[in-house]
């Protein structure tokens, strides 16, 4: 068979242009600039999992109009795929890591040696890099379509021009729309900008974590506490299925969904039901390619995943209940499950987060990455400040111990930064990162500051800055702030809490420093960092 390439002419609906929809204005509409981007688009599914297939194309096939199809079966998606390929019918694909017959990356690895390259979002198990997890929330939290386009500039810039992203099943089966978001950031890409296989290999390699070089007591309380809250989940989960069959034998199914729920709830009872699996004896013998393949089964298509998709298929069934409250009930229950998952799957990064404590050492932080990664869970939609955006990587070497710290000052200046804007028609929190030497910086106490503390003119300090465009802060917080007095909750407003705490979290960190400028048109928070660590900071 003889394979055109993926970038051959696509027939697209009269009046369609092929490629990205030009941005014809900065103001331009996200929602249709998104639609005009799936016109006479095509999409492809591959996981051996049929529910996780199920679930893609739930998410898929309506905002693509159909235009779409998936295969569980990886060897036979290899022909399928450049089929659609050579007649112009793909555009995108959705792919799955670990499979039994051929692994995604060894798809993918194998549609490059046809000519086939195509942009891919990446389903699976596992964490992904903090770069493309920053990039999944820039895209998420696009105010506009200008904020769009520059994340995925930034993208490509990182991949070396390979068009493609990563997303966890498990976040995508509480949040469908990811996926979407994903998909379309990946039609903005243009298609692929480089047919390198190289990239390709370095883009899909596994990345597997090293317990091994880990201290013993570190090791030890890793499983043990990877032991606890799975233990704790399997409980939860067999108190949930028990309450899920009282509350459907309460229930009358329709004629055609019988089968079909029984199915859906036998494959929810299926999991998380031996609690040796879990045991700690069982979890600290593991390597680190066994430890990755338990965490994808817990949370990916055979744990987690599979059990979203089986509550959703009974929410979906058109159930009636015998009494009033039964459908109140039945509701409860699902929102209780999902509530509970998600802080499951909080608690295991908490285990990660001790994990780095324990272990100790220095460790390279993005401030851009640890803005982008903060701000989603806080309902704040975090953009770049494009007209202020530059190439600059503000990234600082960090005692890991002071992580948290890090954390806490970034989290405060961006909770207020969204309640500046809350509610307000164009309200916009944005960042700019900037990197500078000691005899560039442009605030002169910011420069005596660090000139105190040992820094030399040509050393390095990173800095980020958020910004609002709110109604700006009470003029007695600001000048409590730049007294260095004491900073009231009361008297001034919501906007005064927490600046004492974040200018304290900040000062801990790489002897770092907090500018606050504020008017009536909004207000500009810069952290300064040192970039590089003094030897009496890293023990």
């Not at 729309?177 to 290999?201: P, Q, S, T």
């Amino acid at each position: 068979m003889t394979h055109k390439p993926v970038n051959a002419p696509v027939v697209l609906p009269a009046g369609v242009a092929a490629g990205p929809p030009a941005l014809k204005a900065p103001g331009e509409d996200l929602a249709s600039f998104r639609e005009k981007l799936r016109l006479g688009r095509h999409f492809f599914v591959v996981d051996d999992s049929r529910d996780a297939c199920d679930m893609h194309m739930r998410a898929l096939s309506g905002p693509f109009g159909g235009r779409g199809g998936f295969e569980t079966d990886s060897r036979k998606a290899l022909d399928s795929i450049a089929q659609r390929a050579s007649k112009g019918e793909l555009d995108v694909l959705v792919v799955d890591m670990d499979m039994p017959d051929l692994s995604g990356r060894e798809l993918l690895l194998n549609l490059a040696k046809r000519g086939v390259y195509v942009p891919f979002v990446i389903v699976s198990g596992g964490q992904g890099s903090d770069e493309t997890r920053a990039f999944m929330s820039q895209v998420s939290g696009a105010g506009n379509v200008r904020d769009l386009q520059a994340a995925v500039d930034r993208r490509l810039k990182q991949t070396g021009g390979l068009a493609f992203t990563y997303l966890r099943k498990e976040d995508v089966a509480l949040r469908p729309e990811l996926l979407l978001d994903a998909v379309d950031a990946m039609l903005l890409a243009g298609g692929r900008k480089a047919e390198n296989l190289d990239l390709l290999v370095r883009a899909t390699k596994p990345e597997m974590p090293d317990f091994k070089s880990l201290p013993k007591d570190a090791r030890e309380r890793l499983f043990a506490s990877m032991s606890d809250a799975c233990l704790n989940w399997v409980a939860l989960h067999g108190r949930f299925l028990k309450d899920l069959d009282e509350t459907l034998a309460t229930a009358t199914v329709p004629a055609g969904k019988v089968e079909s729920v029984k199915r859906a709830r036998d494959k929810i009872s299926w999991r998380f039901q031996d609690p040796d699996e879990y045991s700690y004896d069982k979890l600290v013998k593991m390597d680190a390619r066994e430890l990755g393949d338990f965490e994808h089964d817990l949370f990916g298509s055979q744990g987690v995943t599979t059990v979203f998709n089986n509550i959703e298929l009974i929410r979906l069934a058109g159930l009636t209940f015998q009494d009033k409250g039964g459908a109140e009930r039945m509701h409860a229950l699902f929102e209780g499950y999902t509530t509970a998952a998600m802080m499951f799957k909080d608690r295991f990064g908490f285990i990660q987060q001790d994990l780095k404590l324990a272990a100790g050492g220095l460790e390279a932080v993005d401030l851009r990455v640890a803005a982008t990664m903060t701000a989603p869970d806080l309902g704040v939609k975090l953009g770049y400040d494009i007209a202020n955006d530059r190439a600059d990587v503000p990234t600082i070497e960090i005692n890991k111990k002071e992580l948290g710290s890090l954390e806490i000052s970034l989290k405060q200046a961006l909770v207020n930064a969204g309640r500046a804007v809350e509610g307000k028609s164009g309200g916009k929190v944005s960042m700019v990162p900037g990197v500078s030497t000691v005899d560039g910086l442009q605030d002169a106490g910011v420069k005596a500051h660090f000139r105190n503390r040992g820094y030399g003119e040509g050393e390095n300090i990173a800095s980020l800055t958020i910004k609002d465009n709110g109604p700006g802060m009470p003029a007695a917080v600001l000048e409590a702030w730049h007294s260095g007095g004491e900073i009231h909750r009361g008297g001034g407003g919501e906007k005064s809490q927490g600046l004492g705490l974040m200018r304290e979290s900040a000062g801990s960190v790489n002897d770092g420093r907090v500018v606050i400028e504020s008017s009536p048109d909004g207000t500009a928070v810069t952290f300064y960092f040192a970039e590089k660590l003094k030897d009496r900071q890293k023990s």
